[in-house]
C-alpha cells in the first residue's frame, strides 16, 4: 500500500502517528519526508517556463484564447 500525506511539520503530533499505528497495524513501513516545494515557485523556476508562462498570462488578458469542448474530443476517440 502508497500513500501520501501532505502536512506542515509543525502540525505533526501524537495524533499523527496513532493514526499512522491504525492504518499501518503491525506492518513494516518506510518513512520518507521531503520538503514540498511551492507549485507556482517551481513552474517559474526556469526562465524558459517563466518565459511561456508570461506570454501565455498576456494572450489570456488579450482575450486570444482558444476554447476546447474536452467531451467532444474524447468522443472521437
Given at each position: 500500500?502508497?500513500t501520501t500525506f501532505h502536512i506542515?511539520?509543525?502540525?505533526?503530533?501524537?495524533?499523527?502517528?496513532?493514526?499512522?499505528?491504525?492504518?499501518?497495524?503491525?506492518?513494516?513501513?518506510?518513512?520518507?519526508?521531503?520538503?514540498?516545494?511551492?507549485?507556482?515557485?517551481?513552474?517559474?523556476?526556469?526562465?524558459?517556463?517563466?518565459?511561456?508562462?508570461?506570454?501565455?498570462?498576456r494572450n489570456v488578458e488579450k482575450?486570444?484564447?482558444i476554447e476546447v469542448d474536452i467531451?467532444?474530443?474524447?468522443?472521437?476517440?
Amino acid at each position: 500500500m502508497y500513500t501520501t500525506f501532505h502536512i506542515k511539520a509543525n502540525e505533526l503530533d501524537e495524533n499523527f502517528v496513532k493514526a499512522l499505528k491504525m492504518i499501518f497495524k503491525s506492518k513494516r513501513i518506510s518513512i520518507l519526508v521531503e520538503e514540498e516545494q511551492d507549485e507556482t515557485e517551481y513552474l517559474l523556476s526556469s526562465p524558459a517556463n517563466r518565459k511561456m508562462l508570461e506570454k501565455s498570462l498576456r494572450n489570456v488578458e488579450k482575450g486570444n484564447v482558444i476554447e476546447v469542448d474536452i467531451d467532444k474530443y474524447l468522443r472521437k476517440k
